[in-house]
């Protein structure tokens, strides 16, 4: 066995173990939209991304912009929807007969998953919400497992309007999002994030750095 193969399968080991340990994570938050923009589509959104080995069944898991003994009047439940492994979704702020316009907004196909508040299931006490609006200060998304268990959480001091805030598949805070950066993009309103696109943690990220170099080697 070559010492190329088998720095190739060390690799691919180092990532089946970094990515058991992995978990569901808030990968980006977007408290305002930027000013003018259509109230059709401006809605506060938030984006999950799946960085385990495994698809993962949403339906039970819960979010809410307060830190709460869940369930509570705050809880916004998810449908029976299948996270697979590296997709990130969107939560947004707006019903089914606006995704065609915030799509075209950011220009992103159909196949990123976008969930509008006709698809989140409210709690047991019904109170016609199914998003926890996000203010401009002290706010943030708290994410959990169908036990209450806080599995994420992104909190914020004070938003810029019209930029998001991004985090990376591990959990580390990115800060604002920058047009270029991370796959931030600018919107058709003035918007900056990078909706659909999680940025891979930085352990997977070198790993797979030196996989490609180890690979052009063994040509």
Do not use: H, K
């Amino acid at each position: 066995m070559s010492r190329a193969i088998t720095a190739s399968a060390l690799i691919v080991a180092a990532l089946a173990a970094s990515t058991a340990f992995a978990d569901l994570r808030i990968t980006e938050v977007a408290p305002q939209t930027t000013a003018g923009t259509p109230s059709t589509i401006n809605g506060d959104w938030w984006e999950l991304s799946n960085s385990g080995p495994g698809a993962i069944d949403l339906a039970g898991y819960q979010w809410a912009d307060t830190e709460d003994a869940l369930p509570s009047s705050d809880s916004n439940f998810f449908p029976a929807i299948t996270i697979s492994p590296g997709q990130s979704i969107i939560i947004l702020e707006e019903s089914a007969s606006s995704l065609a316009a915030w799509r075209a907004n950011w220009g992103i196909p159909d196949t990123v998953v976008i969930l509008g508040i006709d698809a989140m299931l409210d709690d047991a006490t019904p109170d016609g919400d199914t998003f926890s609006g996000l203010g401009n200060t002290n706010d943030g998304v708290f994410f959990y497992d169908p036990s209450g268990v806080q599995l994420s959480s992104y909190l914020y001091a004070a938003n810029t309007r019209g930029v998001s805030f991004e985090a990376d598949m591990a959990g580390n805070d990115l800060g604002l999002s920058v047009v270029g950066e991370n796959g931030a993009v600018l919107g058709a309103n003035g918007d900056i994030a990078s909706p659909g696109f999680a940025v891979p943690a930085p352990g997977a990220m070198s790993m797979l750095a030196l996989g490609a170099v180890l690979a052009r080697r063994r040509r």
